[in-house]
């Protein structure tokens, strides 16, 4: 009994290159999941530079390591496209746009009143973009 469906590479007509960026995503999921998910204070103090000293604070805590457990998952399925079914590029490429958009807007509408910025916000920005670029590159070659 097969579990995993069959490879549809040879299906995908864009550019080879259009799947680095979604590469990246997948491994600024991974990372950041997992810091999430390791770190005794999820990364909230040691990375974002958060004051969890507080009452809620060791929610917020639980909340990322439950959120991190949902990244290295996100990741672990754009792993699975990019390495055997490379015909789901583009829509995964459309999906991490809205995703870094989303995250984006956050940041510009709900600030933490830390002046520490944490390093996944600049990467998430520049994901962004590269993947707005690759959505070109997606495209079928045929035309």
Not at 18 to 26: E, G, H, Q, S
Not at 57 to 74: D, H, K
Not at 90 to 100: G, N, S, T
């Amino acid at each position: 009994m097969m579990i995993l469906p069959p490879p549809t590479n040879a299906q995908y007509k864009g550019r080879l290159w259009a799947c680095v960026p979604l590469a990246l995503v997948a491994l600024q999921s991974f990372i950041g999941g997992m810091v999430h998910v390791v770190l005794p204070d999820s990364g909230l103090i040691s990375v974002a530079g958060l004051n969890v000293a507080h009452e809620g604070g060791l929610q917020m805590i639980g909340m990322a390591a439950r959120l991190g457990a949902t990244q290295v998952a996100y990741a672990l399925v754009l792993a699975f496209i990019i390495l055997r079914h490379r015909n789901l590029i583009l829509p995964f490429l459309v999906l991490a746009i809205v995703e870094k958009s989303l995250i984006g807007l956050g940041i510009l509408l709900k600030s933490t009143a830390s002046d520490h910025m944490p390093p996944g916000i600049y990467i998430t920005i520049i994901l962004l973009a590269v993947s707005l670029l690759a959505v070109y590159g997606a495209r079928s070659n045929s035309n």
